[in-house]
Each structure stands twice: as C-alpha cells, then as structure tokens.
Nanobody
Framework: QVQLVESGGGLVQAGGSLRLSCTAS????????VAWFRQAPGKEREFAAG???????YYSDSVKGRFTISRDNAKNTVYLQMNSLKPEDTAVYFC????????????????WGQGTQVTVSS
C-alpha cells in the first residue's frame, strides 16, 4: 500500500514562493498519476495541478503560470513549486495518487496525504 506524505507548507507573504513535496512510501509510484488539491476553510476541495504517469501536466486556471508540478520517480516524490503566491492561495494542500491518469475532481483519487497548510499573508 502506498502512503503519501506532504511537506513544505508554511507562512509566506504575498508574492513569495514555497515548494511542496509529496513523497510516497510503500512501493514505487512511477505508474501513478499524482495531483495537488487544495481546500480553503468553508470551501470544497479543488484541483490545482496534476501530473500523469507519463508526465503529462495539467493546471487549474487559477494557478497556471504561477505553479509548476514535477516528479522525480527515483525519489518517489512529486513537487509543487508555487511562485507569486496570493492570499487566495491560502489553503490546506493535499497530494493524491491514482493509477496512470489525471482527473480534475477529487472523487476518483484512491490515495491521499494528510495535507500541509499554506498561508499567504497580504
């Protein structure tokens, strides 16, 4: 069973940057798609970025041009580089994994990390 652990969240000023990491343990996840979802207080969990097993990449319109997702299969890790952060990016960020392909809704994702808080101050 694959387990996902996120790290890298924190408090940053608007315009700043953070890099989140999602590391899988238990087995290799080179055949998995991995995505980052986020959930702000009182809001539904929303898709931010995803990368398929073949490294096809998807972004939501709200993060496109500011966030970059990448994967290092040798390290069983997926990264989310977040630049030009805005207060509206404040949320708990979750990584999720599923076989092969990215979908932009949360329900088909089988595996979830515990989440990491990102807070962007104005």
């Amino acid at each position: 069973q694959v387990q996902l652990v996120e790290s890298g969240g924190g408090l940053v000023q608007a315009g700043g940057s953070l890099r989140l990491s999602c590391t899988a343990s238990g087995r290799t996840f080179s055949r998995y798609a991995v995505a980052w979802f986020r959930q702000a207080p009182g809001k539904e969990r929303e898709f931010a970025a995803g990368i398929s097993w073949s490294s096809r990449i998807y972004y939501s319109d709200s993060v496109k041009g500011r966030f970059t997702i990448s994967r290092d299969n040798a390290k069983n890790t997926v990264y989310l580089q977040m630049n030009s952060l805005k207060p509206e990016d404040t949320a708990v960020y979750f990584c999720a994994a599923r076989a092969l392909l990215v979908v932009t809704t949360p329900y088909p994702w089988d595996l979830w990390g515990q989440g990491t808080q990102v807070t962007v101050s104005s």
